[in-house]
Nanobody, 121 residues
């Protein structure tokens, strides 16, 4: 059974960078992986997604040109490189697996536990 574990979160100043990792175990990473985030009191929102092959990526409007998603299927890891971070990027970041990318969080069955990202001076 596929399991996902996120890491790489932390406290960073505005304008800084972080790289999140989503490590899979329990089965091959033959899935699209989506990154979502949830700020306190807010709905969980889609940030980015990458297809199972890595050939297709999508980004939310608020992170385009700042975030980059990538994957290494041999290592069963998906990365989210976050640059030019803003205070509004603060939240818990989750990765989730599905056959195909979707911005709808309700269509994902497998989730990680999340990693906290705080952007503050």
């Amino acid at each position: 059974q596929l399991q996902l574990v996120e890491s790489g979160g932390g406290l960073v100043q505005p304008g800084g960078s972080l790289r999140l990792s989503c490590v899979a175990s329990g089965s091959a990473l033959n899935y699209a992986i989506g990154w979502f985030r949830q700020a306190p009191g807010e709905e969980r929102e889609a940030v980015s997604c990458i297809s199972s092959s890595g050939g297709s990526t999508t980004y939310g409007d608020s992170v385009k040109a700042r975030f980059t998603i990538s994957r290494d299927n041999a290592k069963k890891v998906v990365y989210l490189q976050m640059n030019s971070l803003k205070p509004e990027d603060t939240g818990v970041y989750y990765c989730a697996a599905r056959w195909l990318c979707s911005p709808d969080k309700n269509q994902y069955d497998t989730w990680g536990q999340g990693t906290q990202v705080t952007v503050s001076s």
